[in-house]
């Protein structure tokens, strides 16, 4: 029987403490803030991101953090970038944001480098801008650095689980900056041999049922997706391998959710696994909090007189 992977207690223990620590830095004279930006063309992404951006609002509520969103994607195509340049420069400006969260997937036209370049790094909450990916490719503190919040979610996770992974070879199914790359570096730089697939990989089957540990992050489920689909399957892994699903999708009429593991017979396999709610969704959010904490005292850090 696999070990599920829950994190619920580690959720529910996280917020609490990260509601003393909001209450701290209000004492001291600032109160934390988060904006978030939604800026998807694509249906299914929007009404993703719509459902993310939902759960962020409730966990800035439940811990006293200012919670705002812009719905930039209400812009036309022609003026949406320079609508969205102009909104993070004021968002840059404004003492009482603390947090600038730009919800990926960006809409598929827009200057995803140019956007990013003009996000002040201290008010990075998803540790997206150029400065904090050079943080994690270099050197980085991770309880102190703004570092991408799923990848050191499920870090966490595994640490939770005293899970080692020192020596493992480690599948990524994606390659994206949010998940698969940042993830990536995390794990080598716990000693796992790590290998990110994408599209364009050879062999994929092949490589991932040989994986001791596998993480889903394709986001690309076949039940919505007629090209490029991704689903991991009890058959495709080996026994006892260690699996993390991340990617997760709503259809935007039903609201069904679906997901890139078939937990039912991947769970018979492995040994430890991740339940397709309640497990990474949390740990990302989590890390989302302990970011805006380190925002906040960086932004602390300039109105103090």
């Known amino acids: 029987m696999a070990v599920i992977l829950t994190a619920k207690e580690i959720f529910s223990k996280g917020k609490e403490e990260i509601k003393r620590e909001v209450e701290k830095i209000k004492r001291e004279g600032y109160t934390p803030g988060l904006a978030a930006i939604i800026t998807c063309d694509d249906p299914i992404d929007l009404e993703t991101a719509k459902f993310f951006v939902s759960k962020k609002r409730e966990d800035c509520n439940e811990v006293d953090i200012y919670f705002e969103v812009h719905e930039v994607y209400k812009f036309d195509k022609e003026v949406m970038e320079m609508e969205l340049l102009n909104l993070i420069e004021r968002l840059n400006k404004r003492d009482d944001i603390s947090g600038i969260l730009i919800q990926k997937p960006l809409a ?57 992974v020192e ?81 997760i999708r709503v259809h935007p009429t039903t609201k069904k959710m679906y997901f890139d593991v078939d937990f039912d017979s991947v769970s018979k396999k492995a040994s430890y696994i991740t339940p397709n709610l309640g497990s990474v969704g949390l740990m990302t959010r989590l890390r989302l909090l302990k970011n805006m904490l380190i925002a906040s005292r960086l932004q602390l850090e300039k109105v103090k007189p």
């Not at 020596?167 to 994206?176: F, K, T």
């Not at 290998?195 to 540990?213: G, N, Y």
């Open 108 to 164: 598929s036209f827009l200057d995803e480098d140019r956007i990013f370049l003009h996000l002040d790094p201290t008010k990075d909450v998803d540790g997206l801008t150029p400065y904090n990916k050079g943080k994690l490719a270099t050197k980085y503190d991770f309880d102190k650095d703004l570092l991408p919040c799923t990848a050191s979610g499920i870090v966490e996770l595994l640490s939770y689980y005293n899970i080692r």
């Open 167 to 247: 020596g493992l070879d480690a599948i990524i199914v994606g390659r994206s900056d949010l998940v698969g790359r940042p993830l990536r570096l995390l794990l080598e730089d716990m000693d796992a041999t790590v290998t990110c697939l994408h599209r364009k990989s050879p062999k994929v089957l092949d490589k991932i049922s040989e994986a001791d540990m596998i993480v889903c992050a394709a986001g690309r489920p076949p039940e919505l997706y007629d090209k490029q689909s991704f689903k991991l399957y009890g058959d495709m892994v080996k026994e006892g391998c260690i699996v993390i699903n991340v990617g």
